[in-house]
Nanobody
Framework: QVQLVESGGGLVQPGGSLSLSCAASGIPFGINRMDWYRQAPGKQRELVAGITRGGSTNYSDSVKGRFTISRDNAKNTVSLQMNNLKPEDTANYYC????????????WGQGTQVTVSS
């Protein structure tokens, strides 16, 4: 059974920091790409950051320079360090995994809420 379990969300003041983690299990043959998406109320889900198995990263312009994505291939985990948080970063954050085998499809976590407010 495939599971992606996120943790680390919460309430933080503007300018503060949070770290999100996602642990994947049950995906055979390994994971190619792991991404973080977010969705705010009334808005479409958007890509925040992504990282390949080889460590190449990409970020949305809105978080570049403030967020850092990293992963541990041996543990099948991906993390998102979020610094200098802004109220507009408030959203439900989702982990997304693309397996090495394209036959398996892709997987989403259940989401973790991040609220940036004073």
């Amino acid at each position: 059974q495939v599971q992606l379990v996120e943790s680390g969300g919460g309430l933080v003041q503007p300018g503060g920091s949070l770290s999100l983690s996602c642990a994947a299990s049950g995906i055979p043959f390994g994971i190619n790409r792991m991404d973080w998406y977010r969705q705010a109320p009334g808005k479409q889900r958007e890509l925040v950051a992504g990282i390949t198995r080889g460590g190449s990263t990409n970020y949305s312009d809105s978080v570049k320079g403030r967020f850092t994505i990293s992963r541990d291939n041996a543990k099948n985990t991906v993390s998102l360090q979020m610094n200098n948080l802004k109220p507009e970063d408030t959203a439900n954050y989702y982990c997304y995994a693309v397996p090495v085998s394209s036959l398996l499809g892709t997987y989403w976590g259940q989401g973790t809420q991040v609220t940036v407010s004073s």
